[in-house]
């Protein structure tokens, strides 16, 4: 996998104050809640690769399954921030 930042738009779903507290280089923070308000606003090409992290996956996972709802086709659940680091390398 190339490095996210060259064409992966990465999503931190968690809510703003764990945001601020850790998250990836690059990442754009959307909580869970406000996705599909705020998903369209940083990704309008829908098929744009999207890459979801939470703490421990389950958002990521729910993230993901509104993701498709929406028409976005290369959506991935990259899981919790540790594994999400983890396969960033």
């Known amino acids: 996998m190339s490095h996210p930042s060259e064409n992966i738009v990465l999503v931190d779903v968690r809510d703003s104050d764990e945001f601020a507290?850790?998250?990836?280089?690059?990442a754009h923070n959307i909580p869970l809640k406000e996705?599909?308000?705020?998903?369209?606003r940083f990704v309008s090409d829908k098929k744009t690769p999207v890459a979801f992290y939470c703490q421990g996956g389950m958002r990521a996972g729910r993230a993901l399954e509104k993701a498709?709802?929406?028409?976005?086709?290369?959506?991935?659940?990259?899981?919790?921030?540790?594994?999400?680091?983890?396969q960033l390398g």
């Open 21 to 26: 507290r850790d998250h990836l280089d690059g």
């Open 35 to 40: 996705l599909e308000e705020q998903l369209p």
């Open 68 to 86: 498709r709802h929406m028409g976005y086709e290369n959506a991935q659940n990259l899981g919790g921030i540790d594994q999400a680091r983890e």
